[in-house]
């Protein structure tokens, strides 16, 4: 052989090391167990500076999982990131939220576990429950679809109201079936729901605005009750992709959010004692994911 031909030879074997070597390169080691110190569980968020998000990471960090809480600013954020999979889980919204960005946006997120239902309340500053009411006098809802609907649901479980087949999270005040009711009601802004109350015999009041009204547990004569079939769409719920429903390290993060004593203390302390714990199993959860996403498609 020529020393030319020597010279060829040994440029191709380097070559074909070269890349094998690329290739073994670009392939790398199999990805780290998730959960492990190479592959952090990623939990998408709304509010990480919440004093219970520490206690939960603590706890989780006990049981041997490494997790990353990522904190959104925005509630469009967090569904978007975990279908893209830049989340492998996330906790911030209930049932309905979920069903609407699955049907706008054609994805398949899945509920894995619930959390707790932060309740609606009706209150007022006249009467210590719902049953005193007088028949005829006005209650107000909030005019927004989702929160309206919401309020005729928690206005039909006080006994106030009757809805057409029983109501639903599409409900509007055309639905108050007239003769099962026994009080008016009157759709406004959700800002001034709380600031009416001297005006009107009861207003549902969202939980943003509570506080700047000075409203407290006292004030509310009735909420969503967890128990109460109306109120499952709003029960608050990790969510992760479609593929992932039976991962044990995922499903493990919600038995430890769930069942430590310390978290869900927080998590009702942060709620200024108005969230309600829930468990709900997780096939009534998906069940009614279900129902909701045909009920909105339905509407289209």
């Known amino acids: 052989m020529s020393n030319l031909a020597r010279s060829l030879a040994a440029a191709a074997a ?3 090391l070269l890349l094998a070597g690329c290739a073994g390169a670009a392939g790398g080691e199999a ?9 952090p569980v990623r939990l998408g968020v709304v509010g990480a500076s919440d004093p219970y998000w520490a206690t939960y990471e603590e706890a989780v960090a006990a049981e041997g999982i490494e997790l990353e809480v990522v904190d959104f ?4 954020q967090p569904n978007p990131a975990l279908t893209e999979g830049d989340l492998d889980i996330n906790q911030f919204q209930h049932i309905q939220y979920l069903a609407d960005y699955n049907v706008a946006s054609d994805s398949d997120l899945q509920p894995i576990g619930a959390t707790a239902i932060y309740p609606l309340g009706l209150y007022s500053t006249q009467y210590d429950s719902a049953e005193d009411i007088p028949d005829g006098q006005t209650v107000i809802v909030p005019n927004d679809t989702v929160n309206q ?10 006994g106030l109201i009757e809805l057409e087949d029983g109501g639903s999270p599409f409900s509007t005040l055309e639905d108050i079936v007239e003769d099962g009711s026994r009080v008016e009601v009157q759709a406004v802004d959700a800002a001034i729901t709380a600031g009416s109350l001297g005006e009107v ?18 004030e509310e004569i009735s909420a969503d009750d967890p128990s109460d079939p109306s109120a499952l769409p709003y029960v608050n719920i990790f969510a992760v992709r479609a ?9 493990q993060l919600v038995e430890i959010y769930q069942t430590t004593q310390d978290v869900t203390d927080g998590v009702v302390e942060q709620s200024g004692g108005t969230a309600v714990l829930a468990t709900t199993p997780v096939d009534e959860l998906r069940s009614s994911l279900a129902d909701v996403e045909q009920s909105i498609r339905d509407q289209q």
């Open 31 to 39: 990805e780290a167990e998730l959960g492990t110190e190479g592959n």
């Open 243 to 251: 593929d992932d429903v039976e991962n044990p390290v995922l499903q």
């Open 201 to 218: 015999a009861a207003a549902i009041v969202n939980n943003d605005f509570l506080d700047q009204a000075g409203l407290g547990d006292d």
């Open 14 to 16: 380097a070559s074909t």
């Open 73 to 76: 600013t925005e509630y469009t």
């Open 149 to 158: 609907a919401r309020g005729l649901l928690v206005l039909q479980s006080a």
